[in-house]
């Protein structure tokens, strides 16, 4: 007997290759936070070296939820490190950075440009109907907003005080 397929051709053509597309940028983000996370120093190290963590387990999840997303659609997930390194959402990262308000500051261009890329695929699954993948994707576009506006905070606080006056 053949099983028929979990959801209809048209929203498999449609939904893999977008969410593959953020799933290689999700991955190549997870990998990018570690940096951010071993890498920070300066006197604000402790608070970032965890809120980057956190950041990094929300990738985490996210990249889960999305590959199994696209497993129950008869998909292949992206895995290979080569593949996710040829991303193309987020701008390619300053390895020379350590302070920690340029990484800061470096991580709210990455997350707040992926949240771009999520809205746009949000509404474009909204627009077709495909609402499971649009509510999944959904999920995850209000934490990276969230984590932008906590990074944003974060720099406007810092540039306005003497820290900025003393390392400048
Ligand atoms: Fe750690």
Do not use: C
């Not at 008869?74 to 308000?101: C, H, M, R, Y």
């Not at 990484?103 to 990455?110: D, K, L, P, Y």
């Not at 649009?134 to 934490?143: A, F, I, K, S, T």
């Amino acid at each position: 007997m053949t099983l028929r397929t979990i959801a209809p051709a048209r929203e498999r053509e449609f939904v893999i290759p977008r969410l593959n597309r953020l799933l290689k940028t999700a991955l190549f983000l997870e990998d990018l936070y570690k940096r951010y996370h071993w890498q920070v120093s300066g006197p604000h190290f402790l608070p970032l070296h965890e809120l980057f963590e956190q950041h990094m387990e929300t990738l985490e999840a996210e990249i889960d939820a999305f590959g199994e997303r696209i497993r129950a659609l008869g998909g292949t997930p992206t895995w290979n490190p080569a593949e996710f390194a040829k991303q193309d959402i987020v701008p390619q990262p300053d390895e020379s950075l350590e302070q920690d308000l340029a990484i800061t500051r470096e991580a709210f261009e990455m997350q707040a440009t992926y949240a771009d890329a999520l809205r746009e695929a949000a509404g474009a699954f909204d627009e077709e109907g495909h609402y499971a993948s649009h509510d999944l994707v959904v999920e995850y576009l209000r934490q990276h907003e969230q984590q932008a506006w906590f990074l944003r905070e974060y720099i406007r606080k810092v540039e306005t005080s003497e820290y900025v006056r003393a390392v400048n």
